[in-house]
């Protein structure tokens, strides 16, 4: 009988890590949940049914040396490495004239270079496995950009250039890189229990911006977006897909909704599709004259 597969999963203490640990424990696999927040994940040890663990880790894995530590945990602990799950993600959003020059870098530090430094520690266990999979939740920003996510987007563009260039170098070792793009998710902008939030705390503009006059536009899209978010558990059930495919596609969508406006976006000409999403938001009954008085 084949041993259960060994995966490390990324921000356990919390919404999409905490929800991929226990869905993939509770179908088989033996889990290291790792996280910073000790209290969030004391509940997390456990044995399921089907055979599967979850163990725990505590402690950040920002640096490759704490990617290394982790890795050679989950190796100790279940006696193989067969699949990694990074589920980082730090959103803000606005316009980009007003986004911080640290915020930015910030979004890129946990969006980004952590995401990359844990794949490439991962990749020689891996490929001394002859094989596994490299799994990173993204967001369906990574494709598509629109009014007030450009700094958020461009940390998924490059998480996604990353993954995309990662896929076809690795594939000559048997190892599989997927990307999961989500859209909005309950516990990342929608609060707990599916509370709807503000759209103008969402997008990050105050009354004073000139760009208050497009959040007045966007929000009855963002609104409704916040009402049909998915939850952290719609997410993990597409990780399990990917991890069990026997050739996991390269991407895959979370919700219907969000595979149909990706696939638009492949589809039509950038101005087209630049149109739909304007009318979709708003933006075109906006005076552009009016827009400069600010």
Same mark, same amino acid.
């Given at each position: 009988?084949?041993?259960?597969?060994?995966?490390?999963?990324?921000?356990?203490?919390?919404?999409?890590?905490?929800? #991929?640990?226990?869905?993939?424990?509770?179908?088989?696999?033996?889990?290291?949940? /790792?996280?910073?927040?000790?209290?969030?994940?004391?509940? @997390?040890?456990?044995?399921?049914?089907?055979?599967?663990?979850?163990?725990?880790?505590?402690? @950040?894995?920002?640096?490759?040396?704490? /990617?290394?530590?982790?890795?050679?945990?989950?190796?100790? #602990?279940?006696?193989?490495?067969?699949?990694?799950?990074?589920?980082?993600?730090?959103?803000?959003?606005?316009?980009?004239?007003?986004?911080?020059? #640290?915020?930015?870098?910030?979004?890129?530090?946990?969006?980004?270079?952590?995401?990359?430094? =844990?794949?490439?520690?991962?990749?020689?266990? =891996?490929?001394?496995?002859?094989?596994?999979?490299?799994? /990173?939740?993204?967001?369906?920003?990574?494709?598509?950009?629109?009014?007030?996510?450009?700094?958020?987007?461009?940390?998924?563009?490059?998480?996604?250039?990353? /993954?995309?260039?990662?896929?076809?170098? @690795?594939?000559?070792?048997?190892?599989?890189?997927?990307?999961?793009?989500?859209?909005?998710?309950?516990?990342?902008?929608?609060?707990?229990?599916?509370?709807?939030? +503000?759209?103008?705390?969402?997008?990050?503009?105050?009354?004073?911006?000139?760009?208050?006059?497009?959040? +007045?536009?966007?929000?009855?899209?963002?609104?409704?977006?916040?009402?049909?978010?998915?939850?952290?558990? +719609?997410?993990?059930?597409?990780?399990?897909?990917?991890?069990?495919?026997?050739?996991?596609?390269?991407?895959?969508?979370?919700?219907?909704?969000?595979?149909?406006?990706?696939?638009?976006?492949?589809?039509?000409?950038?101005?087209?599709?630049?149109?739909?999403?304007?009318?979709?938001?708003?933006?075109?009954? @906006?005076?552009?004259?009016?827009?400069?008085?600010?």
């Amino acid at each position: 009988m084949p041993r259960p597969r060994a995966a490390l999963v990324t921000n356990a203490d919390a919404g999409i890590g905490r929800a #991929t640990a226990i869905w993939l424990a509770e179908r088989g696999f033996y889990v290291l949940a /790792c996280g910073t927040d000790h209290a969030a994940m004391s509940d @997390l040890p456990r044995e399921t049914g089907p055979g599967g663990v979850v163990m725990v880790r505590e402690g @950040l894995l920002a640096t490759q040396v704490q /990617c290394e530590a982790a890795l050679q945990r989950l190796k100790q #602990t279940f006696g193989a490495v067969d699949a990694v799950v990074a589920t980082q993600d730090l959103r803000h959003f606005g316009p980009v004239e007003e986004v911080d020059e #640290t915020v930015q870098a910030e979004l890129m530090e946990v969006n980004f270079y952590r995401p990359m430094r =844990l794949f490439k520690a991962a990749t020689p266990h =891996l490929r001394r496995n002859g094989g596994g999979r490299l799994v /990173c939740v993204t967001s369906a920003a990574g494709r598509l950009a629109v009014p007030m996510t450009g700094a958020y987007s461009a940390s998924q563009y490059a998480i996604e250039g990353l /993954c995309d260039a990662l896929r076809l170098e @690795l594939s000559i070792f048997g190892i599989a890189v997927v990307i999961i793009e989500p859209t909005f998710v309950r516990n990342a902008v929608v609060a707990e229990g599916g509370m709807r939030t +503000d759209p103008g705390e969402v997008l990050g503009v105050d009354t004073a911006s000139p760009y208050h006059r497009l959040l +007045d536009a966007l929000k009855s899209g963002v609104d409704h977006q916040l009402r049909r978010a998915s939850t952290p558990q +719609d997410v993990a059930t597409v990780v399990h897909r990917a991890l069990t495919a026997a050739r996991p596609k390269p991407r895959y969508a979370v919700t219907r909704r969000g595979a149909a406006l990706l696939w638009a976006k492949k589809v039509l000409p950038e101005r087209s599709f630049d149109k739909r999403i304007a009318k979709r938001t708003g933006l075109l009954d @906006l005076d552009p004259e009016s827009s400069t008085k600010g």
